[in-house]
């Protein structure tokens, strides 16, 4: 089996040089262990961030959706589907007897749709897929008329955003980082969308696509580009704080500008949120999830990339914006 070692702490935009690829014998299974063949492995993001606070030598951080070739539990007899945090490697032995609510082994629902990709339980029906709907629904409360803006809009988390605020009767209004992106937005059916690189400014930009302002702002990238966001939002309107990718980079947390004054006269209420508190309802939520991808409510792309030896690239080009859709890699 092979995994890669996070060799190095990220100074910038990780490298392919922070990551180590060892290969190694899979160990003998104990009792209540099982081995697991992963099928599509997930880069995301907060592996970027999170990393920060872990030691180097670990393997490198990251949920899979794998089938298990080897069972010492009759809960999990070879052949299940089942989704794990055991990191970036091609073979993980997990102990089914571990029951840490945060690292849970999942078996695949039982009624997942034989026609839907099992990449799908990494993205739409995963954990970015219980993002875009908790976080939107619990935080932002969308109603009937109100507008709804996301960042980040064509990537994982806020292509299912948009689509979930046009099922609830908003305006739906995104940003993106590419005309083709920005096309695909229109055709998932958000009303209004732009290149928030070629704008002329951000400003005028929101001005134009929101014209009666902003109701819920979910916001995956953070920093200056949310200061001006804030400026656009009405009268007790709601902010979901989800990611903040534009800063992910940085060595030190950023200095202003400060948008309390803002938040105060427009009495904005404004969340943080990491998507794990909604755990014990996500069975509920993938369930929501799939039944919108049938009924042709909510659509997807995956941006797949081949090869287990291509992880560190996959998730360096997503971080740089090479996707369209969740960033997986297809073993
Ligand atoms: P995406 O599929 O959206 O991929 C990341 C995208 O971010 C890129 O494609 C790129 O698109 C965009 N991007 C990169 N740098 C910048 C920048 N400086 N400014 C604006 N956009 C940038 O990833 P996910 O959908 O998985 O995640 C989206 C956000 O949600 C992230 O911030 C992530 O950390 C957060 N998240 C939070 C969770 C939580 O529990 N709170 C859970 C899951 C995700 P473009 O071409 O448009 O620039």
């Known amino acids: 089996s092979k995994r890669f070692i996070f060799a190095r702490q990220f100074d910038g935009p990780p490298k392919e040089s922070d990551f180590q690829l060892v290969e190694e014998e899979t160990p003998e299974l104990k009792d209540g262990e099982i081995l697991v063949e992963s099928l599509f492995n997930s880069v995301d993001p907060y592996m970027r961030p999170y990393t920060r606070q872990l030691p180097t030598g670990i ?160 916001d995956n990238v953070g920093a200056d580009f949310s200061s001006t966001v804030l400026n656009h939002m009405n009268l007790f309107g709601r902010v979901s704080i989800c990611g903040s990718i534009s800063t992910y980079n940085d060595n030190e947390p950023a200095k202003g500008p400060y948008p309390f004054v803002t938040i105060l006269f427009k009495q904005l209420t404004v969340t943080g949120f990491i998507v794990t508190r909604w755990i014990k309802e996500w069975p509920k939520g993938m369930e929501q999830m799939v039944q919108w991808i049938k009924e042709g409510k909510l659509k997807y792309r995956e941006h797949v990339t081949e090869g287990f030896e291509n992880m560190p690239k996959a998730f360096i080009g997503m971080l740089v914006g090479e996707n369209t859709g969740k960033a997986v890699v297809k073993l």
């Open 59 to 218: 393997t490198m951080i990251g949920e899979g959706c794998g089938r298990v070739i080897e069972s010492k539990s009759s809960d999990f007899p070879v052949g299940t589907v089942v989704m794990h945090r055991y990191g970036w490697c091609t073979h993980a032995v997990l102990d089914t007897k571990n029951k840490d609510p945060q690292n849970i082994i999942r078996k695949a629902p039982a009624d997942y749709p034989k026609d839907l990709p099992l990449s799908l339980l990494l993205g739409a029906v995963g954990m970015p897929g219980m993002t875009a709907y908790y976080g939107l629904m619990k935080l932002c409360e969308p109603k009937e008329g109100e507008t709804v803006f996301v960042n980040g809009a064509a990537g994982a988390v806020g292509s299912l955003v948009g689509q979930i605020a046009k099922i609830k009767g908003c305006r739906a209004v995104g940003s993106a980082g590419t005309d083709a992106k920005v096309a695909w937005l229109k055709e998932l059916g958000f009303d209004a969308a732009f290149n928030y690189k070629t704008v002329s400014s951000l400003d005028a930009a929101l001005k134009e696509a929101a014209p009666n302002g902003i109701d819920c702002y979910f």
